[in-house]
């Protein structure tokens, strides 16, 4: 016959023993994630992914996309090319050139 | 789960009246019936993905992070409520929800990890591993649901006397759940919103639990001394701690009752 305290003893052991399974079982997922994903997409989270507070979030800007500007519906025109003699195409837009300065 | 070992789960009210005892009855069984509300709001979906609806899985997949997760802190934070409740007002008739909403927690976490597993892989692609454990901050919150597994076992009377003296050291793994639990939604929102909201209802909970603290109320208590002190103490105590769970409940209130109408909410 087992005495109380020994008993006892042999719970909480037993209980450690659970703990520690519990705690192993999270860290061989984890490690087994690490390994076949890699660093980056087990540390890094895509932005969206998982989170989604009703607030919006304003810690870094990553995860929200703003709603376009008025100048960004209108696309930014090429960065003007210089060249001896204006193409047709150019000539037609000079009169809207004030718009883009 | 934690608690004073020689009254965690009693009601007994040996100085009380019938009356303050039928009331406390009805308290319990009012914070009890609280425990449903995660399952009800997700039942349409889930018995929509059961049946095999348009969308059912996509649903569940949206709302169960929203809905079983934030419960679960929920539930968390009302359990761990129980003892600096106790410590401020002496009442005694709770103390028994210390011990249901710890159980309700293991299970509103199981069921929110066994949803996330099984639906979640338009958000996840991967395998079920992925689903719970492919980020960090997955790996927390699984984490801290499989430490609940030794707290829930624990979490009744011959569990008590089997383990004896032990019984509150396997109880205080609570406290480690408190952390991971943190960690998990650091790692989910960074130093925003809901974290903050935790940090929140967090603090003044680990305020009333830090020894000379706990001490210094209860006897300021028994004694009747510090009245106004404690008073003072109390709202501030509450206000931060209201800081950090209205906004909480609002946003399961929020995201439980789009999900009741089974239209969750994309963001």
Same mark, same amino acid.
């Given at each position: 016959m087992i005495d109380r305290p020994a008993r006892r003893r042999r719970a909480k052991q037993l209980l450690d023993g659970v703990t520690v399974a519990c705690v192993a079982v999270a860290m061989a997922i984890g490690t087994g994630q690490l390994v076949t994903e890699g660093v980056q997409e087990f540390i890094f989270r895509p932005p969206g992914v998982g989170s989604s507070a009703s607030e919006v979030d #304003? @810690? #870094? *800007?990553?995860a929200e996309v703003p709603p376009p500007q008025t100048a960004e519906i209108i696309p930014t025109p090429a960065p003007p090319v210089p060249s001896a003699s204006p193409s047709p195409i150019e000539r037609s837009r000079g009169h809207h050139a004030g718009h883009y300065r | 789960m934690i608690g004073n070992q020689a009254h965690a789960y009693t009601t007994s009210l040996?100085?009380? @009246?019938a009356g303050h005892h039928d009331l406390g009855e009805l308290g319990v069984w009012f914070f009890r019936a609280l425990l449903l509300v995660p399952f009800v709001l997700m039942a349409p979906e889930v018995m929509s993905a059961i049946l095999g609806r348009p969308d059912g899985v996509a649903n569940v997949s949206a709302s169960v992070a929203d809905v079983l997760g934030t419960s679960t802190f929920l539930i968390f934070i009302m359990m761990l409520a129980v003892t600096p409740v106790r410590t401020i007002? *002496? /009442?005694? /008739?709770?103390?028994?929800l210390r011990r249901d909403y710890g159980i309700a927690m293991f299970f509103t976490a199981a069921t929110d990890i066994t949803l996330a597993a099984t639906t979640t892989g338009d958000t996840f692609p991967g395998g079920v591993l992925t689903r719970v454990g492919g980020h960090t901050f997955l790996l927390a919150g699984t984490l801290s649901t499989l430490l609940l597994v030794p707290l829930v076992i624990t979490a009744n009377r011959p569990a008590q006397q089997w383990l004896g003296r032990h019984w509150k050291s396997v109880q205080r793994l609570t406290y480690v759940v408190w952390g991971t639990v943190l960690i998990h939604l650091f790692l989910l929102f960074g130093l925003t919103t809901i974290f903050l909201f935790a940090l929140a209802v967090s603090a003044p909970l680990a305020l009333m639990r830090i020894p000379p603290v706990r001490r210094w109320w209860d006897s300021a208590r028994r004694a009747g001394r510090h009245r106004a002190l404690r008073a003072v103490a109390t709202a501030v105590l509450v206000a931060v701690f209201a800081a950090g769970y209205v906004p909480l409940v609002q946003e399961l209130a929020a995201k439980g009752s789009a999900a009741f109408a089974q239209q969750p909410v994309l963001d």
């Open positions: #304003t @810690s #870094t *800007g990553a | 040996p100085e009380d @009246s007002t *002496g /009442w005694r /008739w709770h103390l028994i």
